[in-house]
């Protein structure tokens, strides 16, 4: 039996991600020892009650005490918070990573507290489902999907090399960019489409022409994929709208100004401007099957991944 990347590694917060990392942890044999840290008493039972850890504790701080590897999975606006709590507990030469979905905010709340000597490489694995919780975690999340980072310079090439293994070893593929570029890629293929989302779905919602019941018994004309997206934790994507603010106003603006398009084209019957629109956005979906980021069946592959493996 090879032995563990890491003798103690240390998950502060155990949701979706969490949970996910302890599951393929335990399969792949990448520590010696999972100890979780969460807030609340409730969801840190029942993490105990399905086994995903060897210590648990409500004290980030004493979770964190003689770790190799600390990923921290908590919603972005809670980072700093949280790396103030830990910072006195970690040791010397420890790996300090997160998977916030923004990154200068995560950075500029983080970095102060960090020691010298710890080695704080921010990352952000591209993956998930509307689900949340240590129950919605599985093994194979991480399958195939991108884990990028946004390294500070002078970072250690090798704690950098060890963290990329890690992940590799979880199943993802590795990439690093700066943190802007990365706030700003993440604004157009992640936060803009679920803030488009939850403004589609609260529309609906709100309409009184249409009864909610029609909403429901029709939704599967197309209504029914935005439900996933808009039923995404509202915690974690409120704080993402208030630290990627910048960037999601700017794709917020040029989302505006094409629907403005695409307005008149409908208004002034242009059917050649939206035939040419709708073939240019269909390739983008082929190309996005190529890449092997999705499948080709219907309904965006999720009948396929409905019941994934709870390793």
Known sequence: MTSPMFEKIALVGIGLIGSSLARVIRREGLAGRVAISTRSAATLKRTEELGLGDSYTTDAKE?????DLIIVSVPVGSSGAVAGEIAPALKKGAILTDVGSTKASVIAQM??????????????????TEKSGPDAGFADLFDNRWCIFTPLPGTDPDALERLSEFWRRCGANIDTMDPQHHDMTLAIVSHLP?????NIVGTADDLESVTKTEVIKYSASGFRDFTRLAAS???????????????ILEMLARFSEDLAFLQRAIRWGDGDKLFDLFTRTRAVRRSIIEAGQDIDVPDFGRQAVEHPSKN
């Open 233 to 247: 934790d509202p915690t974690m994507w409120r704080d993402v709208c208030l630290h990627n603010k910048d960037a």
């Open 111 to 128: 970095q102060p507290h960090v020691p010298d000597g710890v080695h704080f490489i921010p990352g952000h694995p591209l993956a998930g």
């Open 63 to 67: 979770a964190v005490r003689d770790a």
């Open 194 to 198: 679920h803030i488009i989302a939850y």
